[in-house]
């Protein structure tokens, strides 16, 4: 069904409609300029493709506070009440309208964003099973969908030395009361996917650290974590978000190479996938679309958390993607690789400490919209037009018959290739045509 507008008894965007497409000429800060969500490409509907979601702990708790300003700069309205499950109740209607009036089909959240914490573990689980009743409800009457859920395990002081890789056992049992109820929150929302950011699974310092056992506890509690979904009913997949380091020096998940082989580890490849995200890509120095295709080439891409950072500083500065070049190269590998199935493209993202106007939010998730969709179409303009899917094709013609074929075929040993060194003799050169690939690219941006 379409998204409906839901507002709680307070509007808290009030002045700003659903926001519509009107095409690239619109002047309109407050419309779509690309993004046309039933507009087709590449056989399917542009909301399909990306299946955008509103991360709710930069959208509807982050005040743009930094380590130097914790108080922040930016109004949240819906945070005044001095009761907490009041102020997340607010919360939540804000978040519903918010999403609503955008258009985003789906949304994410971690426990602690959507409700506060008890005192005791039990009075966190019953806050948080208030919240996914009243969350339940604005999406049946929206048709928002939860795209995941997931655990804060990071933030308490009790997660300082990790949290499943915690050096004392005693933390644990926090953890897996946090987690589990988290499950069940998104088993009960109907989320297609359950998140494991591993915030403070790494270390500062291998003088004290015995990482062996670190990593084997961590596999340990998400064989577990995974068993315990399943008997609960969670048919969709567990992701795990790689991030190199920050907050701790050396995180365990680096990046997807680092997963895939953690994954196979573990014995967990068949029920995890792979959350990627381009700032967190940054700073283990590599692109977004390198972490994506690496993803997809071992069938673990699960979705993305679309944001940009810095390349210049070591930060994950979370920016709104708007780089039209990275939505492109991004879009390129996702269009030859299938997409992105049931995962989507969160937003984990936040305005800038100076952007302040509430329609800025609007504004910010509009122009990512817009440069994604924008990267969509220039993506399928360079495959379906240019000479971009045959000059990589060629590149690689010698395996597709012959010797090459048979090589590929695993049919020809070291001393039968070795043999054909002086037989077949030193190969011609043959140019890799870089910069006429990016050339291509760059004359379909427009
Ligand atoms: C932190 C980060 C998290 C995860 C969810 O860098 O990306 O917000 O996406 O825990
Ligand atoms: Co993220």
């Not at 005791?120 to 795209?147: C, D, I, R």
């Not at 950011?197 to 596999?219: A, I, V």
Request: aromatic letters at 10%.
């Amino acid at each position: 069904m379409p998204i409906q507008v839901t507002t709680g008894s307070r509007e808290y965007f009030p002045g700003i409609g659903k926001i519509k497409y009107e095409g690239a000429d619109s002047d309109n800060p407050l419309a779509f300029k690309y993004y046309d969500e039933n507009r087709v490409i590449a056989g399917k509907s542009m909301k399909d493709h990306f299946r955008f979601a509103i991360a709710y702990w930069h959208s509807f708790c982050g005040n743009g506070g930094d380590p130097f300003g914790p108080a922040g700069t930016i109004d949240l309205p819906w945070d005044e009440a001095s009761d907490p499950m009041q102020s997340a109740r607010d919360k939540l209607d804000a978040a519903f309208e918010f999403i609503t009036k955008l258009g985003a089909g789906f949304y994410c959240f971690h426990d602690r964003d959507i409700a506060p914490a008890g005192s005791t573990a039990a009075e966190s689980e019953k806050n948080l099973k208030t919240l996914v009743e009243l969350a339940k409800k604005k999406q049946a009457a929206s048709g928002v969908n939860l795209l995941w859920g997931t655990a804060n395990v990071f933030t308490h002081a009790r997660y300082m030395n990790g949290a499943a890789t915690n050096p004392d056992f005693h933390v644990i049992p926090q953890v897996a009361a946090q987690v589990k109820a988290a499950i069940d929150a998104t088993i009960e929302l109907g989320g297609d996917n359950y998140v494991f950011w591993g915030g403070r699974e790494g270390y500062y310092s291998l003088l004290n650290t015995d990482m062996k056992r670190e990593l084997d506890h961590l596999g340990m509690f998400l064989q577990k974590a995974r068993d315990y979904g399943r008997k609960a009913g969670f048919k969709g997949t567990f992701l795990i978000e790689p991030k190199p380091m920050e907050p701790t020096k050396h995180q365990y998940d680096f990046d997807s190479a680092t997963v895939i082989g953690f994954l196979n580890k573990y014995g967990l490849q068949d029920d995890f996938k792979i959350n990627i995200e381009n700032n967190h890509a940054t700073l283990a120095g590599h692109s977004f679309a390198h972490e994506v295709q690496t993803a997809c080439d071992a069938g673990l891409l699960g979705s993305l958390d679309v944001n940009q950072g810095d390349p210049h500083n070591g930060w994950d500065t979370d920016e709104f993607m708007h780089d039209l070049h990275e939505c492109t190269s991004l879009m390129l590998v996702l269009l030859q690789n299938g997409g992105i199935g049931k995962g989507g493209m969160n937003f984990d993202a936040k305005r800038r400490r100076s952007s302040t106007d509430a329609e800025d939010l609007f504004i910010a998730h509009i122009s990512s919209m817009d440069s994604l969709a924008r990267g969509l179409i220039i993506a399928d303009n360079v495959l379906q037009k240019s000479n971009y899917l045959k000059m990589k094709k060629e590149r690689y013609a010698s395996y597709d018959s012959g010797n090459g074929k048979a090589f590929e075929s695993g049919k020809l040993d070291l001393e039968t290739l070795a043999k054909m060194a002086d037989e077949i003799g030193e190969p011609k050169q043959i140019s890799g045509k870089q910069e006429l690939y990016e050339a291509i690219l760059n004359q379909y941006i427009r």
